[in-house]
């Protein structure tokens, strides 16, 4: 498709078990975001790519969190020992360099039990 | 931090009727963006706005940028079943690419 692609769309995991999810953007795309989206709130920015490299990863919330884009394509957002306060809809984004206008993906809903 | 306070929290209208709601910040931001998102979705760009006092339609849409860059409102006319969902408003600064997101509001259309 010529979307933003994440997956899983549905994770269910055990507390202290370790998550990777996967985000696919828009071909052509060099920007990349990870944003997170609690119940009745708006997404909080996690993390944002130009190409491979993270030019802000201010928002990730402590060291649990960490994501990578190796190739300046797919990127992945892992999390270890997972908390069930990390239970959230994970959102990627992608844009064209330099533009604000950006597209987001479905979502991958996490829940941990 | 930046925060983005965004009313109504909710709206519960007839179908037909037009709407308003609005973003107001404590920052001054360069751009503004307005997302709708319906349930089991992400946020659908509906209207960016890039300069102070910039009008701009989509549609039955249309945003405005407050001339003091502080503020953002987004109108609906005519209003349908379908434009039911999350409406959030999000903002960019001059120092930044991330986006800060309002909390939503909440659009219920009843035909």
């Known amino acids: 498709g010529a979307g933003v692609s994440q997956t899983p769309s549905n994770k269910v995991t055990e507390k202290g078990k370790y998550v990777e999810l996967r985000c696919d953007p828009i071909?052509?795309?060099?920007?990349l975001y990870w944003y997170r989206q609690s119940l009745g709130q708006g997404p909080e920015f996690l993390i944002y790519f130009q190409g491979t490299g993270a030019a802000d990863d201010s928002g990730l919330p402590n060291d649990r969190f960490f994501a990578v884009r190796p190739e300046g394509s797919v990127s992945t957002l892992k999390i270890q020992r997972t908390e069930r306060g990390d239970s959230a809809v994970y959102l990627c984004a992608s844009s064209l360099i330099g533009s604000t206008e950006a597209f987001f993906g479905q979502g991958t809903r996490l829940t941990v039990v | 931090g930046q925060q983005l306070n965004q009313s109504p929290q909710s709206m519960f209208i007839q179908e037909g009727e037009d709407v308003s709601m609005n973003c107001t910040s404590s920052?001054?931001?360069?751009?503004w963006l307005w997302y709708k998102q319906e349930p089991g979705e992400g946020p659908v760009l509906l209207i960016a706005?890039?300069?102070?006092?910039e009008l701009t339609s989509n549609g039955r849409l249309t945003a405005q940028f407050g001339i003091t860059r502080k503020d953002s409102f987004l109108n609906i006319s005519a209003s349908i079943p379908s434009d039911v969902g999350i409406y959030f408003c999000a903002g960019q600064t001059p120092s930044g690419s991330r986006l800060t997101f309002g909390e939503g509001t909440q659009l219920t259309v009843n035909p």
């Open positions: 706005l890039y300069k102070a006092g």
């Open positions: 071909s052509g795309h060099t920007a």
């Open positions: 920052s001054i931001f360069n751009t």
